[in-house]
């Protein structure tokens, strides 16, 4: 039976998974009941694991004949989000919602442990399976990374991600990058508290930290060249406590996002130089905190050769779409800096469906025909690269 049928098989299995962990999401690094399910289904297939970085798991499939290694990666985690779908499998937990498509991601994987472990005999190689934890805050693909060596093992890596944008029946693989590196920052603003009515016995930093803000919108237009993509977003600003004091202290925190490495190096020091020689014009002092949170996401292009043609036995020619790279970030990327690889964008769009909302929307859902596409993706990838 091919890997195609074979998804179609399980198709209502990895639905029933995905509804499933849609009812009940969890937050970073709390995805306890996922984990547990995970390890549930991995025993009833006899699919040896390890728990990795807390609720993360690790699951491994040795083939029949020795050969390369490929792992495939599922995010496990939810947002902070009330669901206002109205859905039979509606989240039960007030306030946490299942709105990016881990929930799909991890019954994917699941869905795709099956096959794998029905096509065993057949394989050429090693399958790792990481169920990832901590994807939305940038932390569980590090940990992971940090805890085991067994990334050192791997030759190729392959991840999906579910996407709203892209028509249900289409999945882009381009080489490249597809996704931003995303890291954030916080600015310390100190001046001098006093009187509303005696601003010339203080140091304003509401008036420092805005200049501040204003001026940091310059590093995009006048620091970074026209042919290259970058962002800086100040996305909050907390200062003073009443009306008829002048503030002495304010707290900036934003996050910076672009594609190229030299680009991401260089960014803090431009950050820390203007905002610091802006308070001073001002009398007041700047401090920098800067979090490195996630690598841009760049695709290999050997690996994308090789994903496309999984894609075309999958849907043919016409599956394989194009789209454009997103400033949205991926800690996936801690993996391809591991080993070559690729993520996959599945389509999910179905406005027939109602699947027509972006991710982090609280009427975020999918078209769930792209389960199965995407569980024969997993598959696919897998077998090509060994045998490739």
């Not at 025993?43 to 694991?49: F, H």
């Not at 100190?190 to 590093?219: C, E, F, N, R, Y």
């Not at 994903?307 to 043919?316: C, D, M, N, P």
Request: glycine share 8%.
């Amino acid at each position: 039976m091919t890997i195609k049928k074979l998804a179609e098989q399980y198709k209502d299995y990895v639905i029933d998974l995905r509804r499933e962990f849609h009812m009940y999401p969890e937050s970073s690094w709390e995805e306890f009941r996922t984990s547990s399910r995970i390890k549930e289904e991995l025993d009833k297939l006899e699919i040896p694991y390890i728990p990795l970085a807390g609720t993360g798991v690790l699951a491994t499939i040795k083939g029949k004949n020795p050969g390369k290694t490929v792992a495939l990666r599922g995010d496990m985690d939810a947002l902070e989000t009330t669901e206002t779908n109205d859905i039979p499998y509606k989240s039960k937990h007030e306030g946490k919602m299942h709105a990016c498509g881990h929930d799909g991601h991890t019954a994917m994987l699941l869905g795709a442990a099956k096959i794998l472990k029905d096509i065993q005999n057949e394989l050429k190689g090693t399958v790792y399976l990481i169920f990832q934890p901590a994807e939305e805050v940038a932390g569980g693909a590090k940990k992971m990374i940090e805890e085991s060596d067994f990334m050192d093992n791997v030759d190729s890596v392959f991840g999906i991600h579910l996407w709203s944008d892209v028509e249900v029946g289409k999945v882009s693989v381009e080489a490249g990058p597809r996704m931003a590196s995303a890291d954030f920052f916080s600015l310390k603003i100190k001046g001098k508290a006093g009187h509303g009515s005696m601003p010339h016995q203080t140091v304003d930093a509401v008036v420092a930290a805005s200049a501040v803000v204003m001026d940091l919108q310059s590093i995009v237009s006048r620091e970074i060249s026209p042919l290259d993509s970058a962002v800086l977003t100040i996305g909050s600003f907390h200062s003073g406590t009443r009306f008829n004091i002048i503030a002495g202290e304010a707290t900036l925190e934003g996050t910076t996002r672009c594609f190229k490495p030299e680009i991401r190096e260089k960014l803090p020091d431009i950050i820390e130089r203007i905002a610091k020689n802006t308070a001073a014009s001002y009398r007041a002092d700047a401090s920098l905190s800067y979090t490195w949170a996630t690598p841009a996401t760049i695709n290999d292009e050997e690996c994308s050769k090789i994903a496309a043609g999984s894609v075309e036995k999958i849907l043919g020619k016409d599956g394989v779409t194009k789209m454009e790279k997103t400033t949205g970030g991926e800690d996936f990327a801690y993996f391809l800096e591991k080993a070559p690889g690729v993520l996959a964008f599945v389509g999910i769009r179905n406005e027939e469906k109602g699947a027509c909302y972006p991710h982090h929307h609280d009427k975020f859902n999918m078209d769930e025909d792209a389960l199965e596409i995407g569980t024969a993706l997993y598959v696919q990838y897998a077998v090509d690269f060994l045998n490739s």
